[in-house]
């Protein structure tokens, strides 16, 4: 059973910054960001594997990346310009096999929430 710990999540004002990180327990292939606002499905944001290969959705192009170090089996998100609409709680996804940004991964974190105001 692998383990996704989160964590980064916040506060910020419109226009801010704010960078989430993912522990995983072990090495696996895929990982991934998605989130939730209340009222709303399960997105997906961005997901990644270890061969470097991302996936972005398109709301958040250009605002935000998503990186892995691998050594330390560990998923970032930099999300950058952020607006209210990236209001949600975020959380991180994990399988060996890939399903782009559909939530069908079979590990998921806790999740860490992101709060963007205007």
């Known amino acids: 059973q692998v383990q996704l710990v989160e964590s980064g999540g916040g506060s910020v004002q419109s226009g801010g910054s704010l960078r989430l990180s993912c522990a995983a327990s072990e090495y696996i292939y895929y990982m991934g960001w998605f989130r939730q606002a209340p009222g709303k499905e399960r997105e997906g944001v961005a997901v990644g594997n270890s061969g470097g290969d991302t996936f972005y959705a398109d709301s958040v192009k250009g605002r935000f990346t998503i990186s892995r170090d691998n050594s330390k089996n560990t998923l970032y998100l930099q999300m950058n310009s952020l607006k209210p609409e990236d209001t949600a709680m975020y959380y991180c996804?994990?399988?060996?096999?890939?399903?782009?940004?559909?939530?069908?991964?079979?590990?998921w974190g806790q999740g860490t929430q992101v709060t963007v105001s205007s």
């Open positions: 996804a994990a399988d060996n096999y890939g399903f782009g940004l559909d939530p069908k991964y079979k590990y």
